[in-house]
Antibody
Framework: QLQLQESGPGLVKPSETLSLTCTVS??????????WGWIRQPPGKGLEWVGSIYYSGTTYYNPSLKNRVTISVDTSKNQFSLRLSSVTAADTAAYYCARQSVGGTYWYFDLWGRGSLVTVSS | QSVLTQPPSVSGAPGQRVTISCTGS?????????VHWYQQLPGTAPKLLIY???NRPSGVPDRFSGSKSGTSASLAISGLQAEDEADYFC???????????FGTGTKVTVL
């Protein structure tokens, strides 16, 4: 059964870069059927899509974060990664990685990791 | 930056039926794009509950149902149970953002 697991520092200083990795197990990240996404949730608030990537490297980013976010994929390690630069306290959130089904009229996240809480503080 | 609007909270007694609305616009739900729903139990990651407007993944009870009409969608929970107490989020694709958008979220309380 496919599983996703986020990993990375739980504390990042303001103005620095947040880096997280999602490891996919029980299946291949190179599947042509899926994209892979990052979603975040500030404490006590709603969900916000951060961005998505296909195994070929094609990316889609939330316009509100586009200037600061980079998502990459490493098919040899079955991993994809998130980098968010120039972070502030507003970037404090639980970050989830997820498998994403995409079709002509749909785009949804059918499997999620458990999440990684990242706090931005000096 | 939610562009899909949901009521902050709904409540019902065990066994009752509750519905959650999700209102969008002509660039998301009102266009051709489908709506999906997620359940987030306290302290856990969201879980896909309904996909492509009205489809349930394997293992999701048939007490949960979804529908879409115009620029809105709805999630209905019939035969409400204590274990249904959670946050629920709708989600769709938005052509003006070229990406995913989530609803503001609704907390369901079982009285």
């Amino acid at each position: 059964q496919l599983q996703l697991q986020e990993s990375g520092p739980g504390l990042v200083k303001p103005s620095e870069t947040l880096s997280l990795t999602c490891t996919v197990s029980g299946g291949s990240i190179s599947s042509t059927s899926y994209y892979w996404g990052w979603i975040r949730q500030p404490p006590g608030k709603g969900l916000e899509w951060v961005g998505s990537i296909y195994y070929s490297g094609t990316t889609y980013y939330n316009p509100s974060l586009k200037n600061r976010v980079t998502i990459s994929v490493d098919t040899s390690k079955n991993q994809f990664s998130l980098r968010l630069s120039s972070v502030t306290a507003a970037d404090t959130a639980a970050y989830y990685c997820a498998r994403q089904s995409v079709g002509g009229t749909y785009w949804y996240f059918d499997l999620w990791g458990r999440g990684s809480l990242v706090t931005v503080s000096s | 930056q939610s562009v899909l609007t949901q009521p902050p909270s709904v409540s019902g007694a065990p066994g009752q039926r509750v519905t959650i609305s999700c209102t969008g616009s002509s660039s998301n739900i009102g266009a051709v794009y489908d709506v999906h729903w997620y359940q987030q139990l306290p302290g856990t990651a969201p879980k896909l509950l309904i996909y492509v407007n009205s489809n349930r993944p394997s293992g999701v009870p048939d007490r949960f149902s979804g529908s879409k009409s115009g620029t809105s969608a709805s999630l209905a929970i019939s035969g409400l149970q204590a274990e249904d107490e959670a946050d629920y989020f709708c989600q769709s694709y938005d052509s003006s953002l070229s990406g995913s958008v989530f609803g503001t979220g609704t907390k369901v309380t079982v009285l």
